[in-house]
């Protein structure tokens, strides 16, 4: 094993979330008075932490969001989840090869622990994360770009920066990776590789993972 700590972002990597949230943020900001197209939503916000929304649409409108912003948009969220959350194809089979080989893993997101939660249960990944290898954008001051979550991460973990890779599938993710100072491997799914740019390597499927790790 070529590490001894495997760093997952959550949403859009384990979870098939992105099209879900970002369907129901464009939509909800633009019936706020705030036009976003989904493309838009994924460009601004996949892989961010929900204050980065309120701070670019204050940055290009001069508005705040109303106060119960965060409580609307993830009520409607947590239930779409519910009716139509399903793993990545191939996560559950990745964390299972991990688990039977003894690598060390965890999870770091920018979506809050009741997010993260919610999408766990729906799709069978709780079985996989107990509380000691969450980690959410929730628990540091700054979320992606930002190193400070993956850096909070791998001292949790005990384990330095440097032996660490993480599994990401945005922009914000791999800066946040690389400044970290750890390898990344860039998820293409929905990403074009070219705005993964960063990358240490770049796959497009979670069954390629387990040989890029080894």
Request: proline letters at 5%; charged letters at 25%.
């Amino acid at each position: 094993m070529r590490y001894d700590l495997v760093i997952f972002d959550n949403d859009g990597v384990l979870v098939d979330s992105e099209p879900v949230s970002n369907t129901i943020l464009a939509g909800y900001l633009t019936e706020l008075g705030h036009p976003t197209s989904y493309e838009d939503s994924l460009r601004d916000y996949m892989g961010a932490a929900v204050h980065r929304v309120h701070d670019l649409v204050f940055e290009r409108s001069g508005e705040r969001l109303p106060a119960d912003f965060d409580e609307v948009f993830h009520a409607r969220v947590f239930a779409a989840f519910e009716r139509e959350l399903e793993p990545v194809d191939g996560a559950l089979d990745v964390l299972a090869k991990l688990s039977a080989d003894g690598v060390p893993y965890c999870l770091a997101s920018s979506g809050s622990h009741e997010r993260i939660r919610v999408g766990h249960r729906k799709t069978g990944l709780d079985k996989w994360f107990d509380e000691s290898r969450i980690f959410s954008a929730q628990d540091v001051g700054r979320g992606k770009p930002a190193p400070d979550l993956f850096l909070y991460a791998a001292e949790r973990m005990g384990v330095a920066p440097g032996r660490c890779v993480v599994v990401e599938d945005s922009p914000l993710g791999v800066r946040a990776a690389v400044a970290a100072g750890m390898d990344v491997y860039g998820f293409t799914a929905m990403t074009p590789a070219d705005r993964l740019a960063g990358a240490t390597e770049l796959f497009g499927s979670l069954r390629e993972l387990a040989d890029l790790l080894v």
